[in-house]
């Protein structure tokens, strides 16, 4: 059975730092992307990251550049989003999504994501 677990969440204060982990069960990594999506109350699903489990290459959405960094370890079947100089404006739920059939990130299409997981809250907040 094929399954995301998201954990890492929580509050933090503006300028703070988290790291947000994506375990997988049910397949392994290695051959598929991973991407890091997130939703605000009242707005959209956005793309957030997303790293090839093969080779390691990865995507920014502009507004994280700079400041989150995605990472992988095969070995332990896990995805990261280490989170840092948070700003108010990153509080949103953030999930952990795979695409099964694309061995690099192609874009941040929730539909073209084969499996979710449940979400984390990050809060950012003074």
């Known amino acids: 059975q094929v399954r995301l677990a998201e954990s890492g969440g929580g509050l933090v204060q503006p300028g703070g730092s988290l790291r947000l982990s994506c375990a997988a069960s049910?397949?392994?990594?290695?051959?598929?992307?991973i991407g890091w999506f997130r939703q605000a109350p009242g707005k959209e699903r956005e793309g957030v990251s997303c790293?090839?489990?093969?080779?390691?290459?990865?995507h920014y959405a502009d507004s994280v550049k700079g400041r989150f960094i995605i990472s992988r370890d095969n070995a332990k079947n896990t995805v990261y989003l280490q989170m840092n100089s948070l700003e108010p404006q990153d509080t949103a739920v953030y999930y952990c999504?795979?695409?099964?059939?694309?061995?690099?990130?192609?874009?941040?299409?929730?539909?073209?994501?084969?499996?979710w997981g449940q979400g984390t809250q990050v809060t950012v907040s003074s």
């Open positions: 999504a795979v695409q099964l059939g694309s061995h690099y990130c192609s874009g941040y299409v929730p539909d073209n994501y084969d499996y």
């Open positions: 049910g397949f392994r990594l290695g051959y598929l992307s």
């Open positions: 790293i090839s489990t093969q080779d390691g290459s990865t």
